[in-house]
């Protein structure tokens, strides 16, 4: 977000901008509240009570946001801070907004540049209101339009089944798009059913001959602890776009040598609890398939030898 701007609309329009707003499922909210802070700009953000995690709740309230948590969805904390906003100058910062969109494309740029302006064959990324695939798009296509890359890449969108909007679109043929009411999801952050940058999305699907994947809880929990197994430490929303991945890779839509580029949008710190919940084996119709539970044990030198050698002949077979 160009926190410049703002301070510079705040200025100069005629009805002078009071504060930077946004609906949020969590990280727009850290984002825009972090951003404020420093930049001196009050800011307002609307949450959808109990349907985000501690960790996300706890971020724009440290920083000084005014923080209202709503008995309702994120959609209807959408409706509702765009009805606000026509009201009162607060200046809406969410996904809809052309001038927050130039600063997210950015992200496409630094996988160019990291990539050595090698294009990659794939990106994945994660989509709830739709916002993140569109901008990606726009920094691709930007690069290409420069001469920088003679190509862009080929964009999936990966949903939580659960919330899925788009994938249904996809699958309908392009059809008329419905939202839907989004179910619960552990991927929290894209609980999303009615996506302010539908339109977009789509563009930067069908202009990409992209590709929209879902993924149900059992696959985005599997993929996103699969993942923390090799040294990552990934949260649901990765975990969606971690399983599309597999599931693509199986299916040979991509194949072995493609360069394919998953885009992580949260730290797994924020999602302690879903973790804690997969590890300890309590979710309800999930297998856990990779569940790693901590081993209780006695404290004293016989009991600790006797679980470790256990385990030990279980991981290795030599003890
Ligand atoms: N997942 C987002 C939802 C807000 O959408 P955007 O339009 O600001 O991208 C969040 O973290 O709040």
Redesign the pocket.
């Known amino acids: 977000m160009r926190t410049n701007m703002v301070n510079r609309l705040r200025r100069q329009l005629k009805r002078p901008i009071v504060g930077v707003g ?10 825009l509240s972090a951003y404020c802070a420093a930049a001196r700009i009050p800011s307002i953000v609307f949450l959808p009570a109990d349907r985000i995690s501690v960790a ?1 709740l706890v971020q724009p309230i440290a920083n000084g946001a005014t923080v209202l948590s709503l008995d309702t969805d ?1 959609d209807g904390c ?1 409706r509702l801070i765009r009805e606000v906003t026509a009201e009162l100058p607060i200046y809406l ?4 907004n052309s001038l ?1 969109l130039e600063g ?1 494309k950015t992200a496409a740029i630094e996988i160019l540049q990291q990539f050595d302006w090698e294009v990659p064959d794939w990106v994945i990324i994660p989509g ?5 695939i569109y901008a990606f798009f726009k920094g691709f296509d930007m690069c290409r339009e420069l001469g920088l890359v003679d190509r862009v890449p080929r964009l999936v969108c990966a949903q939580a089944a659960n919330a899925n909007p788009l994938y249904l679109h996809y699958k309908s043929g392009w059809t008329d798009f419905k939202p839907v009411t989004a179910g619960e999801t552990f991927a929290s ?2 609980q ?1 059913g009615d ?3 539908i339109d977009r999305a789509v563009h930067a699907v069908k202009s990409t001959n992209g590709i929209v994947e879902e993924a149900t809880e059992e696959e985005l929990m599997d993929a996103m602890s699969q993942a923390d197994r090799t040294g990552m430490f990934a949260c649901p ?1 990765t975990g969606v776009a971690l399983a599309a991945l597999i599931k693509l890779r199986n299916s040979g839509v991509i194949g072995t040598h493609d360069r394919t580029v998953v885009v992580s ?2 730290h797994g710190l924020k999602f302690t609890q879903s973790k804690v919940d997969y590890h300890s084996k309590e979710i309800a119709d999930m297998e856990c398939r990779y569940a790693n539970p901590p081993i209780n044990v006695k404290a004293n030198f016989g009991s600790v030898m006797d679980v470790l050698k256990k385990q030990l002949r279980n991981l290795s077979g030599i003890v």
């Not at 946004?22 to 984002?31: F, N």
């Not at 910062?93 to 809809?96: E, G, R, T, V, Y």
């Not at 709830?128 to 993140?132: A, F, I, V």
Request: aromatic share 4%.
């Open positions: 946004c609906a949020s499922t969590g990280d727009t909210s850290a984002a996300q994120f959408m910062a969410n996904s809809l927050r997210q709830g209101n739709l916002g993140n952050a894209i999303i996506p302010v940058s929303h949008t949260a």
